[in-house]
């Protein structure tokens, strides 16, 4: 069976013990990853998260690179079309020593910051989004989480959210540069892989 009749993918569950067990434990704070392929449910998944646990949750989509930043070497690299350095500054640096969180989301309409956002340390914290899993940031994460899924339904749900426009964006830049990333630092290894089409 590959959904339960609630219609939640069934590793949704997994993850949710796996959650469970460590806020069991003593660990005065705990760092879920969730990186993988658009489409594969990572959004949704920290979502369902968030509803099943008291956590902060951080987009990397709130990462992008403002245009200034984008440079044709920059663009090239691996995993280098996010701002992994702001997002070590503003998030995972403070999340690691225990402080609140002050971030600035990036508006893809203006290509510039938001006003701050603050969040208050809390002892579950979840990082969602492709790139989540950049060596960059470290060894942060008490449990990682991979989403994968077939080309064919990342497909259809990229139409069905984004429309064909985007969904050549996503085929002809947004996905390969993702899968460069995945080649080179393979986020899915260490991780708990889960299918989010299955």
């Known amino acids: 069976m590959s959904q339960i009749r609630t219609g939640i993918p069934e590793g949704y569950y997994e993850v949710r013990e796996r959650v469970r067990t460590l806020l069991a434990g003593d660990r005065q704070r705990i760092i879920v990853g969730i990186d993988g392929r658009c489409g594969s449910g990572k959004t949704t998944l920290a979502a369902w998260l968030m ?30 079309n996010v701002d992994y350095e702001r997002f070590r500054e503003e998030v995972t640096a403070p999340l690691t020593a225990g402080r609140e969180v002050l971030y600035r989301r990036f508006d ?78 393979h986020p899915e290894q260490g991780a708990l892989v889960i299918r989010g089409d299955a």
Not at 167 to 181: G, H, T
Request: with cysteine.
């Open 108 to 185: 893809c309409a203006s290509f510039s910051l938001e006003e701050p956002e603050l969040f208050p340390p809390k002892r579950l914290n979840v990082i969602e989004g492709s790139y989540s899993m950049h060596p960059y940031f470290g060894k942060i994460y008490d449990l990682r989480v991979f989403m994968t899924v077939g080309p064919e339904v990342q497909k259809e749900r990229i139409l069905r959210r984004n429309g064909e426009e985007k969904l050549q964006r996503f085929l002809a830049e947004w996905i390969p540069k993702e899968e460069a990333y995945f080649r080179k630092y």
């Open 51 to 80: 509803e099943q646990f008291d956590g902060s949750l951080f987009h990397m989509d709130d990462f992008y690179l403002r245009r200034e930043q984008r440079t044709p070497d920059r663009m090239a690299e691996a995993g280098g």
